[in-house]
C-alpha cells in the first residue's frame, strides 16, 4: 500500500512558494525541482491549494503567491485542501473472520481509538502554522550554513 505524499508535498510548495518569491521563477517545473517530482504533479496540487483560498495564481505566469499570510495558514487547511474532509487519518480493515473473537470485534474496537487519535491529530495540524514550518526551515539552513563556514 502506498502512502500518500500529496499533505508534505502541498505544504513544500507552499513554503517554496513563501521563501524563493522574487528570487526564482516559481514556475511549476523549479517548484517540482524542489519537490523531486513532475511539474503536472506541482499543478494538480497548487490547483487544489488555489481552489481552497491558500494561494492565488495567475494562468500562465510563474507568479504564485500565499493568498494568506504564513502565519495565518494551518497545516489542517493543507490537509483539508488536498486531501478532503472525508478522508481518515487511519483505515480499519473492513475484511475480517467475524466468527474468531478479534476479527468479530476489531473494528468496532479500533474505529474509537482511531477516532481519538484522528481528533489529537487534527487539533496539532490547527495550531501549526505555515509560519512556523517556514521559520523551522530557514533556521536549520542558517544552522547547516554556519557549519559549512567552520569547515
Do not use: W
Not at 97 to 119: D, F, K, M, R, W
Not at 120 to 141: G, H, N, P, W
Amino acid at each position: 500500500m502506498r502512502i500518500s505524499t500529496r499533505f508534505s508535498d502541498s505544504i513544500h510548495i507552499l513554503a517554496f512558494i513563501s521563501i524563493y518569491k522574487g528570487k526564482v521563477p516559481l514556475t511549476s517545473e523549479n517548484i517540482a525541482g524542489s519537490v523531486e517530482t513532475s511539474p503536472v504533479v506541482v499543478r494538480r496540487l497548487m490547483s487544489a491549494l488555489r481552489k481552497s483560498g491558500l494561494i492565488k495564481t495567475v494562468h500562465g505566469s510563474a507568479d504564485p503567491h500565499l493568498a494568506l499570510p504564513a502565519e495565518k495558514i494551518s497545516l489542517y487547511d493543507v490537509y483539508l485542501a488536498v486531501e478532503g474532509s472525508d478522508k481518515h487519518l487511519f483505515t480499519i480493515d473492513e475484511k475480517t473472520a467475524p466468527e474468531c473473537i478479534v476479527g468479530g470485534n476489531i473494528q468496532s474496537t479500533l474505529a474509537s481509538y482511531y477516532h481519538e487519535a484522528e481528533i489529537a491529530a487534527e487539533s496539532k495540524l490547527v495550531s501549526i502554522k505555515l509560519k512556523d514550518v517556514i521559520d523551522t526551515i530557514l533556521v536549520k539552513q542558517a544552522q547547516k550554513e554556519a557549519i559549512q563556514r567552520k569547515e
